[in-house]
């Protein structure tokens, strides 16, 4: 079993608009491998020998957040698992999480660029406390974004800081826990058993030699496959990873295991 923590889809009727969008906010940088609809998802995971996706939908504006949950959860399957997400600026924040957790969603993503927030600022603290409480995964957008201007608002570092503030749940840092941070990870995530990382964005793009560190300095058991699909082809990430110097347990471990664990499958 193969399974991908980290993907992307859109309402049939807003996907080709959400694509083009997209690809206008990153400058043409990346360009997606499929159209973004749930349809394109599971034709790309067969090709790619992908046998569940998890969504990770990104709430903009308070008034998506019924919209886009619904949503989530009217596609939710075999095959695709859909996260939650919320508007963590609203007054009725504690309300939204408590929700999302009753929808029956295994977490909730975030997008410190999309969203503008710092993610260790302390008054998303009782955020995540609130998420983790209810048995929740927090998964979070990681470093670097083509939308990004100044300062990026995560960093491992920062990651690093709300496990030491919280001391409980699990966090997930896309990206390999910090787009074009990778150099930083090993020496924050390190000893952090509530950090986990997704190989998303992905095995194509950083240094293969740096994976292999990271894995070493957090364990095995804390790294997921992700794709970030349609930004990578899954297909395509796999093959790299059953290449690399890895023994065929720790590769099961990153591609299903792991993942099966956390998700409670």
Same mark, same amino acid.
Request: proline residues 5%; glycine residues 6%.
């Given at each position: 079993?193969?399974?991908?923590?980290?993907?992307?889809?859109?309402?049939?009727?807003?996907?080709?608009?959400?694509?083009?969008?997209?690809?206008?906010?990153?400058?043409?940088?990346?360009?997606?491998?499929?159209?973004?609809?749930?349809?394109?998802?599971?034709?790309?995971?067969?090709?790619?020998?992908?046998?569940?996706?998890?969504?990770?939908?990104?709430?903009?504006?308070?008034? $998506?957040?019924?919209?886009?949950? *619904?949503?989530?959860?009217?596609?939710?399957? #075999? &095959? %695709?698992?859909?996260? +939650?997400? @919320?508007?963590?600026?609203?007054?009725?924040?504690?309300?939204?999480?408590?929700?999302?957790?009753?929808?029956?969603?295994?977490?909730?993503?975030?997008?410190?660029?999309? $969203?503008?927030?710092?993610?260790? *600022?302390?008054?998303?603290?009782?955020?995540? #406390? &609130? %998420?983790?409480?209810? +048995?929740? @995964?927090?998964?979070?957008?990681?470093?670097?974004?083509?939308?990004?201007?100044?300062?990026?608002?995560?960093?491992?570092?920062?990651?690093?800081?709300?496990?030491?503030?919280?001391?409980?749940?699990?966090?997930?840092?896309?990206?390999?826990?910090?787009?074009?941070?990778?150099?930083?990870?090993?020496?924050?995530?390190?000893?952090?058993?509530?950090?986990?990382?997704?190989?998303?964005?992905?095995?194509?793009?950083?240094?293969?030699?740096?994976?292999?560190?990271?894995?070493?300095?957090?364990?095995?058991?804390?790294?997921?496959?992700?794709?970030?699909?349609?930004?990578?082809?899954?297909?395509?990430?796999?093959?790299?990873?059953?290449?690399?110097?890895?023994?065929?347990?720790?590769?099961?471990?990153?591609?299903?295991?792991?993942?099966?664990?956390?998700?409670?499958?």
């Amino acid at each position: 079993m193969v399974i991908d923590i980290h993907t992307h889809i859109f309402p049939d009727d807003l996907a080709p608009r959400a694509k083009q969008a997209l690809i206008d906010n990153a400058n043409g940088e990346y360009m997606p491998m499929h159209d973004m609809t749930a349809d394109s998802l599971i034709e790309s995971m067969d090709k790619s020998g992908v046998d569940i996706s998890v969504i990770q939908p990104i709430v903009t504006k308070r008034h $998506q957040f019924e919209k886009i949950n *619904a949503w989530a959860d009217v596609i939710n399957n #075999d &095959r %695709i698992i859909p996260f +939650g997400s @919320i508007w963590p600026h609203s007054d009725d924040w504690k309300e939204q999480v408590d929700t999302v957790a009753k929808m029956g969603f295994k977490g909730i993503k975030f997008h410190c660029e999309y $969203q503008e927030f710092e993610v260790d *600022a302390p008054e998303m603290l009782p955020i995540y #406390d &609130r %998420i983790f409480d209810r +048995g929740l @995964i927090a998964l979070f957008h990681a470093g670097y974004d083509p939308i990004s201007t100044g300062a990026l608002r995560s960093s491992p570092k920062q990651f690093a800081n709300i496990a030491k503030e919280l001391r409980g749940g699990v966090i997930i840092a896309a990206h390999l826990g910090g787009c074009r941070q990778w150099d930083e990870v090993a020496e924050n995530y390190a000893g952090h058993d509530e950090i986990y990382i997704d190989t998303s964005m992905g095995l194509a793009y950083y240094p293969h030699e740096t994976f292999l560190n990271i894995v070493k300095a957090l364990g095995v058991d804390h790294i997921l496959f992700g794709s970030d699909s349609p930004w990578t082809d899954p297909g395509e990430e796999i093959k790299i990873l059953k290449t690399l110097p890895l023994s065929d347990e720790d590769k099961e471990l990153i591609l299903c295991r792991n993942a099966r664990r956390l998700l409670g499958i």
